[in-house]
Nanobody, 119 residues
Framework: QVHVVESGGGLVQAGGSLRLSCAVS????????MAWYRQAPGKQRELVAV???????RYAESVKGRFTISRDAAKNLVYLQMNNLNPEDTANYYC?????????????WGQGTQVTVSS
C-alpha cells in the first residue's frame, strides 16, 4: 500500500508565496519521477513541474521563474515553492509520483490541496 499526501495549500493574496509539500509513504523501494499537477474549475488537469530521480526539472511555461520543485529522495518528499502568485494560479494542486514497490511499479496520485490566490 502506498499513500500520497499533499499539504501546504491555502488562501494567499496576489504576489504572495506558498510552499506545497507531498509525502509518499508505504511499501516503497524507490520513487522515480515526482510531479505537481493542477486543475482549475472547468479546466483540464495540467502539469506544473516535474523532477526526476536524478534531480532534473521541467516546468510549465506559465510558472517558469516563479515556481521551484525540489525533492528529498531519502524521505520520499517533494516540494513546490510558489512565489509571485497570481489569481490564474488558483487551482487544486495534485502530487503525482512513480513508485517502485516490492512487487510493482505504478503511478500514484494524492487527493490534492487547494490553492486560492485573491486579487
Amino acid at each position: 500500500q502506498v499513500h500520497v499526501v499533499e499539504s501546504g495549500g491555502g488562501l494567499v493574496q496576489a504576489g504572495g508565496s506558498l510552499r506545497l509539500s507531498c509525502a509518499v509513504s508505504g511499501s516503497i523501494v524507490s520513487t522515480d519521477n515526482m510531479a505537481w499537477y493542477r486543475q482549475a474549475p472547468g479546466k483540464q488537469r495540467e502539469l506544473v513541474a516535474v523532477i526526476s530521480s536524478d534531480g532534473r526539472t521541467r516546468y510549465a511555461e506559465s510558472v517558469k521563474g516563479r515556481f521551484t520543485i525540489s525533492r528529498d529522495a531519502a524521505k520520499n518528499l517533494v516540494y513546490l515553492q510558489m512565489n509571485n502568485l497570481n489569481p490564474e494560479d488558483t487551482a487544486n494542486y495534485y502530487c503525482n509520483t512513480y513508485v517502485r514497490a516490492p512487487w510493482s511499479y505504478s503511478a500514484y496520485w494524492g487527493q490534492g490541496t487547494q490553492v486560492t490566490v485573491s486579487s
